[in-house]
Structures are given as structure tokens and as C-alpha cells.
């Protein structure tokens, strides 16, 4: 078997080639992670957003003559928004809805859950009318180095009110 022989001056190559590989790699990793949560966020609010506004174009003016049951709240459609948005934080969202001429937006989640308000609102409740839902979500990352600020995600749905 061979002995190696190094030069005086080769001592501790590995160990500082290893950090010039690593280090960068961890961050490309960490940024791959980052990346795909952030893509996860939005998909999770974009599809909360779509299901929230079918919830609400199916509860027109002709549902609620049907049965009283049938007439929904904005609690109601927030609460098929939380319940879609799983994973999303809940005071990191603003909420809008939109009926015809009237709009409603809440600052936080929480505001819209406990607002009892018919939605939507007479005479914004007729068939065919457009009923449009938007939400903004501020994506944090441990990455953006600018302070608390964050990615602000925009979301919206706009469908016609089937019944």
C-alpha cells in the first residue's frame, strides 16, 4: 500500500472544501423548501377562494324562497373558506366579498366568521348576478431579508349566481 505524502501547505484542504460545497447547497436546499411552501400557500388560498364563491353563487334569491334554510351568512361563506384554507394563517388573510353594487371586507378572517349578514345581500341576489370573493395572504419566509413585510398572495373568483 502507497503512503500519500502532503505537502505542508495541504493540510485541512478537505475540511474547507467541504464548506465551500455545503453551505451553498443548504441555501439552494433551504430555498427549494421555502419556494414550495410559498407555491403550497397560494394554491391552498386560490382553491379556498373558488370553493368559498361556488359555496355562495348556489344561495341565490331562489334558494332562499325555496327554504329558509337555504339563505346563508357571511360567516357562512367563511367559514367554507377556513375550512378549504387549511394550513393558511387566519390573521394573515383579507377577506372580500362582492355582490352586484355592495362590498364587504374584513381585515382579518375572524371579523368575517362572526358577521351575520345575509350574503348575497338582496337585491345582489339575483340569479345571474356576479358574485366575486378576493383574499390577500402575507407569505412570510425567514428568507426576505426586508423585515416582517413578506409576498402578499391575491386571490379572486368571480362566478354568476346559479339559483
Known amino acids: 500500500m502507497r503512503k500519500v505524502v502532503r505537502k505542508p501547505g495541504e493540510r485541512g484542504n478537505v475540511v474547507l472544501e467541504t464548506a465551500l460545497v455545503f453551505v451553498p447547497t443548504m441555501f ?21 377562494v373558488k370553493t368559498a364563491t361556488r359555496y355562495a353563487i348556489v344561495h341565490g334569491e331562489t334558494c332562499t324562497s325555496a327554504s329558509a334554510e337555504c339563505q346563508i351568512t357571511v360567516a357562512d361563506v367563511t367559514k367554507v373558506f377556513q375550512q378549504r384554507g387549511l394550513g393558511l394563517d387566519t390573521s394573515a388573510v383579507k377577506f372580500s366579498l362582492v355582490a352586484g ?20 345581500p338582496a337585491p345582489n341576489n339575483l340569479k345571474g348576478q356576479p358574485v366575486e370573493l378576493q383574499a390577500q395572504y402575507r407569505f412570510g419566509t425567514v428568507f426576505w431579508p426586508f423585515g416582517n413585510t413578506g409576498f402578499v398572495f391575491n386571490a379572486r373568483a368571480q362566478e354568476s349566481i346559479q339559483f
Open 101 to 120: 353594487g355592495s362590498r364587504l371586507t374584513c381585515e382579518t378572517i375572524a371579523a368575517c366568521a362572526m358577521d351575520p349578514t345575509a350574503w348575497p
Open 28 to 48: 439552494l436546499f433551504m430555498g427549494l423548501i421555502e419556494v414550495s411552501r410559498g407555491m403550497w400557500m397560494y394554491h391552498t388560498l386560490a382553491s379556498a
